[in-house]
Protein backbone atom coordinates (compact mmCIF):
# COMPACT_ATOMS: atom_id res chain seq x y z
CA UNK A 1 0.00 0.00 0.00
CA UNK A 2 2.30 2.81 -1.25
CA UNK A 3 -0.45 5.63 -1.39
CA UNK A 4 -3.06 6.24 0.99
CA UNK A 5 -5.23 8.39 -0.80
CA UNK A 6 -8.59 7.35 -0.99
CA UNK A 7 -7.73 4.13 0.89
CA UNK A 8 -10.12 2.93 3.72
CA UNK A 9 -8.88 2.79 6.86
CA UNK A 10 -10.15 1.63 10.48
CA UNK A 11 -8.15 2.64 13.64
CA UNK A 12 -9.66 1.03 16.99
CA UNK A 13 -8.39 2.51 20.23
CA UNK A 14 -8.92 6.00 18.24
CA UNK A 15 -9.66 8.69 20.84
CA UNK A 16 -5.96 9.14 22.59
CA UNK A 17 -2.31 8.06 22.01
CA UNK A 18 -0.90 6.17 19.41
CA UNK A 19 -4.47 5.59 17.74
CA UNK A 20 -5.24 9.09 17.37
CA UNK A 21 -1.99 9.85 15.86
CA UNK A 22 -2.05 6.94 13.46
CA UNK A 23 -5.31 8.62 12.49
CA UNK A 24 -4.60 11.83 11.97
CA UNK A 25 -1.32 10.35 10.24
CA UNK A 26 -3.38 8.52 7.80
CA UNK A 27 -5.92 11.26 7.16
CA UNK A 28 -2.52 13.56 6.07
CA UNK A 29 -2.00 11.05 3.64
CA UNK A 30 -5.47 11.30 2.15
CA UNK A 31 -7.28 7.87 3.73
CA UNK A 32 -10.75 7.52 4.36
CA UNK A 33 -10.71 6.87 8.21
CA UNK A 34 -13.86 4.42 10.60
CA UNK A 35 -12.49 5.66 13.45
CA UNK A 36 -13.87 4.02 17.13
CA UNK A 37 -13.22 3.93 20.47
CA UNK A 38 -14.83 2.61 23.75
CA UNK A 39 -14.47 6.58 24.62
CA UNK A 40 -17.19 8.15 22.56
CA UNK A 41 -16.69 11.52 23.61
CA UNK A 42 -12.25 11.33 22.37
CA UNK A 43 -13.17 9.86 19.24
CA UNK A 44 -15.28 12.21 18.18
CA UNK A 45 -12.84 15.13 18.93
CA UNK A 46 -10.35 13.27 17.03
CA UNK A 47 -12.77 12.43 14.09
CA UNK A 48 -12.92 16.22 13.79
CA UNK A 49 -9.82 16.63 13.92
CA UNK A 50 -9.53 14.31 11.03
CA UNK A 51 -12.24 15.99 9.07
CA UNK A 52 -10.31 19.50 9.63
CA UNK A 53 -7.68 17.85 7.21
CA UNK A 54 -9.94 17.06 4.90
CA UNK A 55 -10.73 13.29 5.65
CA UNK A 56 -14.27 11.53 5.03
CA UNK A 57 -15.15 10.14 8.62
CA UNK A 58 -17.04 7.10 10.02
CA UNK A 59 -16.88 7.34 13.61
CA UNK A 60 -18.43 4.98 16.19
CA UNK A 61 -18.42 4.03 20.40
CA UNK A 62 -16.87 0.61 19.57
CA UNK A 63 -16.21 -2.20 22.50
CA UNK A 64 -13.13 -3.94 20.81
CA UNK A 65 -13.80 -6.81 23.63
CA UNK A 66 -17.50 -7.54 22.55
CA UNK A 67 -17.37 -10.26 19.72
CA UNK A 68 -20.70 -9.36 17.87
CA UNK A 69 -20.30 -5.62 18.10
CA UNK A 70 -16.95 -5.93 16.02
CA UNK A 71 -18.42 -8.27 13.35
CA UNK A 72 -21.68 -5.79 12.99
CA UNK A 73 -19.07 -2.69 12.81
CA UNK A 74 -17.12 -4.40 10.23
CA UNK A 75 -20.03 -4.72 8.01
CA UNK A 76 -21.33 -1.43 8.33
CA UNK A 77 -18.06 0.38 7.32
CA UNK A 78 -17.61 -1.86 4.85
CA UNK A 79 -21.29 -0.86 3.90
CA UNK A 80 -20.87 3.03 4.68
CA UNK A 81 -17.24 3.01 2.22
CA UNK A 82 -17.68 0.05 0.05
CA UNK A 83 -14.32 -0.96 0.50
CA UNK A 84 -12.16 -1.71 3.36
CA UNK A 85 -8.39 -1.56 2.95
CA UNK A 86 -6.57 -0.82 5.70
CA UNK A 87 -7.58 -1.75 9.90
CA UNK A 88 -5.27 -0.78 12.91
CA UNK A 89 -6.02 -3.09 15.45
CA UNK A 90 -4.71 -0.76 18.30
CA UNK A 91 -7.29 -0.72 21.15
CA UNK A 92 -5.20 -1.94 24.38
CA UNK A 93 -5.15 -1.25 28.07
CA UNK A 94 -1.70 -2.64 30.61
CA UNK A 95 -2.04 -3.63 33.99
CA UNK A 96 0.84 -3.85 36.82
CA UNK A 97 0.72 -6.29 39.34
CA UNK A 98 2.48 -9.76 39.93
CA UNK A 99 1.47 -13.27 39.08
CA UNK A 100 0.49 -13.95 42.58
CA UNK A 101 -1.55 -10.49 43.49
CA UNK A 102 -3.31 -10.04 40.08
CA UNK A 103 -6.62 -11.50 40.04
CA UNK A 104 -8.53 -13.69 37.26
CA UNK A 105 -10.82 -10.80 36.66
CA UNK A 106 -7.82 -8.52 36.05
CA UNK A 107 -6.04 -10.92 33.84
CA UNK A 108 -8.89 -12.14 31.91
CA UNK A 109 -9.73 -7.45 31.40
CA UNK A 110 -6.66 -7.41 29.84
CA UNK A 111 -6.42 -10.48 27.39
CA UNK A 112 -10.31 -9.46 26.30
CA UNK A 113 -9.06 -6.18 25.21
CA UNK A 114 -5.93 -6.99 23.97
CA UNK A 115 -5.50 -10.03 22.73
CA UNK A 116 -9.50 -11.07 21.77
CA UNK A 117 -9.75 -7.29 20.72
CA UNK A 118 -7.02 -7.56 18.08
CA UNK A 119 -8.37 -11.43 17.13
CA UNK A 120 -12.07 -9.73 16.68
CA UNK A 121 -10.97 -7.06 14.39
CA UNK A 122 -8.57 -8.91 12.09
CA UNK A 123 -11.46 -12.34 11.61
CA UNK A 124 -14.25 -9.59 11.48
CA UNK A 125 -12.64 -7.19 8.21
CA UNK A 126 -10.11 -9.69 6.95
CA UNK A 127 -13.07 -11.12 4.41
CA UNK A 128 -13.43 -7.42 3.21
CA UNK A 129 -9.23 -6.60 3.29
CA UNK A 130 -9.17 -9.80 0.96
CA UNK A 131 -11.78 -8.81 -1.29
CA UNK A 132 -10.76 -4.84 -1.69
CA UNK A 133 -7.63 -6.39 -3.48
CA UNK A 134 -5.26 -4.12 -1.66
CA UNK A 135 -5.87 -4.83 1.94
CA UNK A 136 -3.47 -4.35 5.17
CA UNK A 137 -3.65 -5.68 8.79
CA UNK A 138 -1.81 -3.91 11.25
CA UNK A 139 -1.61 -5.52 14.91
CA UNK A 140 -0.62 -3.43 17.44
CA UNK A 141 2.04 -5.73 19.86
CA UNK A 142 4.37 -3.83 21.84
CA UNK A 143 8.29 -4.49 23.60
CA UNK A 144 6.37 -6.56 25.60
CA UNK A 145 5.43 -8.97 22.79
CA UNK A 146 9.14 -9.65 22.32
CA UNK A 147 10.48 -9.97 26.25
CA UNK A 148 8.95 -11.08 29.78
CA UNK A 149 8.98 -8.25 32.25
CA UNK A 150 7.68 -8.53 36.35
CA UNK A 151 4.51 -6.94 36.65
CA UNK A 152 3.62 -7.03 33.17
CA UNK A 153 2.53 -11.51 32.74
CA UNK A 154 -1.08 -10.13 31.91
CA UNK A 155 -0.02 -7.59 28.95
CA UNK A 156 3.26 -10.09 28.10
CA UNK A 157 0.98 -12.97 27.86
CA UNK A 158 -1.50 -10.81 25.78
CA UNK A 159 1.26 -9.37 23.82
CA UNK A 160 2.99 -12.11 23.42
CA UNK A 161 -0.29 -14.00 21.27
CA UNK A 162 -0.75 -11.19 19.25
CA UNK A 163 2.62 -11.66 17.71
CA UNK A 164 2.35 -15.22 16.80
CA UNK A 165 -1.45 -14.75 15.82
CA UNK A 166 -0.01 -11.94 13.23
CA UNK A 167 2.64 -13.35 12.29
CA UNK A 168 0.64 -16.77 10.98
CA UNK A 169 -1.66 -14.86 9.66
CA UNK A 170 0.83 -12.89 7.32
CA UNK A 171 2.25 -16.43 6.47
CA UNK A 172 -1.15 -17.49 5.57
CA UNK A 173 -1.77 -14.49 3.45
CA UNK A 174 1.49 -15.56 1.28
CA UNK A 175 0.15 -19.38 1.20
CA UNK A 176 -2.99 -18.69 0.01
CA UNK A 177 -1.77 -16.23 -2.36
CA UNK A 178 -4.01 -13.45 -0.88
CA UNK A 179 -3.90 -9.33 -1.33
CA UNK A 180 -3.39 -8.71 2.25
CA UNK A 181 0.02 -7.56 3.98
CA UNK A 182 0.11 -8.07 7.58
CA UNK A 183 2.58 -6.16 9.76
CA UNK A 184 2.70 -6.43 13.85
CA UNK A 185 4.35 -3.30 15.68
CA UNK A 186 6.16 -3.94 18.64
CA UNK A 187 6.58 0.08 20.07
CA UNK A 188 9.03 0.47 23.37
CA UNK A 189 7.63 3.36 25.73
CA UNK A 190 5.15 5.92 23.80
CA UNK A 191 4.31 9.03 25.72
CA UNK A 192 0.48 8.07 25.89
CA UNK A 193 -2.13 8.35 28.71
CA UNK A 194 -1.79 3.96 28.84
CA UNK A 195 0.27 3.70 32.14
CA UNK A 196 -1.73 6.42 34.25
CA UNK A 197 -5.00 4.42 32.83
CA UNK A 198 -3.72 0.90 33.85
CA UNK A 199 -4.94 -1.11 36.65
CA UNK A 200 -2.97 -1.70 39.17
CA UNK A 201 -3.15 -5.29 41.81
CA UNK A 202 0.41 -4.26 43.93
CA UNK A 203 2.46 -1.20 43.44
CA UNK A 204 2.37 2.30 43.48
CA UNK A 205 0.71 4.42 41.19
CA UNK A 206 2.98 7.14 41.55
CA UNK A 207 6.06 5.04 41.33
CA UNK A 208 4.60 4.12 38.16
CA UNK A 209 3.65 6.63 36.56
CA UNK A 210 7.08 8.71 37.36
CA UNK A 211 8.69 5.66 35.82
CA UNK A 212 6.89 5.34 32.47
CA UNK A 213 7.16 9.02 32.64
CA UNK A 214 11.44 8.64 32.61
CA UNK A 215 11.21 5.39 30.13
CA UNK A 216 8.95 7.17 27.87
CA UNK A 217 11.29 9.02 24.92
CA UNK A 218 9.12 8.61 22.47
CA UNK A 219 5.78 11.13 21.55
CA UNK A 220 3.06 9.36 19.93
CA UNK A 221 3.41 11.61 16.86
CA UNK A 222 6.80 10.06 16.49
CA UNK A 223 5.35 6.54 16.54
CA UNK A 224 2.59 7.45 14.11
CA UNK A 225 4.92 8.65 11.73
CA UNK A 226 7.06 5.16 12.12
CA UNK A 227 4.14 3.11 11.94
CA UNK A 228 2.44 4.82 8.64
CA UNK A 229 5.95 5.15 7.15
CA UNK A 230 6.29 1.24 7.66
CA UNK A 231 3.12 0.60 6.43
CA UNK A 232 3.84 2.04 3.40
CA UNK A 233 6.49 -0.12 2.89
CA UNK A 234 4.82 -3.14 3.81
CA UNK A 235 7.24 -4.36 6.38
CA UNK A 236 6.13 -7.51 8.30
CA UNK A 237 7.65 -6.04 11.86
CA UNK A 238 7.29 -2.35 12.42
CA UNK A 239 9.66 -1.84 15.78
CA UNK A 240 9.20 1.90 17.56
CA UNK A 241 11.22 4.07 19.37
CA UNK A 242 15.38 3.65 19.95
CA UNK A 243 14.72 1.44 23.12
CA UNK A 244 12.36 -1.24 21.22
CA UNK A 245 15.23 -1.58 18.43
CA UNK A 246 17.83 -1.99 21.43
CA UNK A 247 16.11 -4.46 23.19
CA UNK A 248 15.00 -6.37 20.18
CA UNK A 249 19.12 -6.86 20.07
CA UNK A 250 19.83 -7.79 23.28
CA UNK A 251 17.26 -10.28 23.75
CA UNK A 252 17.82 -11.81 20.60
CA UNK A 253 21.30 -11.98 21.48
CA UNK A 254 20.89 -13.43 25.07
CA UNK A 255 18.40 -15.43 24.47
CA UNK A 256 16.37 -16.63 27.69
CA UNK A 257 19.46 -15.79 29.78
CA UNK A 258 17.92 -12.02 29.71
CA UNK A 259 15.59 -12.85 32.02
CA UNK A 260 17.87 -12.38 35.25
CA UNK A 261 19.75 -9.48 34.43
CA UNK A 262 16.52 -8.04 33.56
CA UNK A 263 15.17 -9.41 36.98
CA UNK A 264 18.22 -8.21 38.71
CA UNK A 265 17.50 -4.57 37.42
CA UNK A 266 14.20 -4.71 38.42
CA UNK A 267 14.46 -5.27 41.72
CA UNK A 268 17.54 -2.29 41.94
CA UNK A 269 15.06 -0.01 40.83
CA UNK A 270 11.83 -1.13 42.72
CA UNK A 271 14.53 -1.05 45.97
CA UNK A 272 15.46 2.66 44.57
N1 LIG B 1 2.28 3.75 25.23
C1 LIG B 1 3.17 2.77 25.18
O1 LIG B 1 4.26 2.87 25.78
C2 LIG B 1 2.90 1.52 24.41
C3 LIG B 1 3.95 0.62 24.21
C4 LIG B 1 3.72 -0.56 23.51
C5 LIG B 1 2.47 -0.83 23.00
N2 LIG B 1 1.44 0.07 23.20
C6 LIG B 1 0.14 -0.28 22.66
O2 LIG B 1 -0.34 0.74 21.83
C7 LIG B 1 -1.77 0.70 21.81
C8 LIG B 1 -2.31 2.09 22.05
O3 LIG B 1 -1.98 2.49 23.38
P1 LIG B 1 -1.64 4.00 23.78
O4 LIG B 1 -0.29 3.99 24.38
O5 LIG B 1 -1.96 4.93 22.69
O6 LIG B 1 -2.66 4.17 25.03
P2 LIG B 1 -3.88 5.15 25.29
O7 LIG B 1 -4.42 4.77 26.61
O8 LIG B 1 -3.44 6.57 25.09
O9 LIG B 1 -4.90 4.78 24.12
C9 LIG B 1 -5.60 3.54 24.12
C10 LIG B 1 -7.00 3.78 23.57
O10 LIG B 1 -7.68 2.51 23.56
C11 LIG B 1 -9.00 2.73 24.03
N3 LIG B 1 -9.58 1.50 24.57
C12 LIG B 1 -9.33 0.91 25.77
N4 LIG B 1 -10.09 -0.19 25.92
C13 LIG B 1 -10.84 -0.29 24.80
C14 LIG B 1 -11.82 -1.21 24.35
N5 LIG B 1 -12.22 -2.23 25.12
N6 LIG B 1 -12.39 -1.02 23.13
C15 LIG B 1 -12.02 0.03 22.36
N7 LIG B 1 -11.12 0.96 22.74
C16 LIG B 1 -10.53 0.79 23.94
C17 LIG B 1 -8.87 3.82 25.09
O11 LIG B 1 -10.11 4.47 25.34
C18 LIG B 1 -7.83 4.73 24.45
O12 LIG B 1 -8.43 5.73 23.65
C19 LIG B 1 -2.19 -0.32 22.86
O13 LIG B 1 -2.48 -1.55 22.24
C20 LIG B 1 -0.94 -0.45 23.72
O14 LIG B 1 -0.87 -1.69 24.38
C21 LIG B 1 1.63 1.23 23.87
Known amino acids: MKSLAGKVAVVTGAGSGIGREVALELARGGARLALSDVNSESVAAVADQ???????????????????????????????????????????????????????????????????????????????????????????????????????????????????FTETLRQEMLVAGHPVAVTCVHPGAIKTELAYRASIADGDRDAINDGFDRMARTTPQQAARTIVAGIRAGKPRILVGADARVLDKLVRLLGPHYQRPLAAMVKRLSAA
Open 50 to 164: CRTLGAQVHEQRLDVADAAAVFEYADAVAGHFGAVNLVVNNAGVMHFGSVEETSLEQIRRVVDIDLWGVIHGTKAFLPHLIKSGDGHVVNISSVFGLFGIPTQSAYNAAKFAVRG
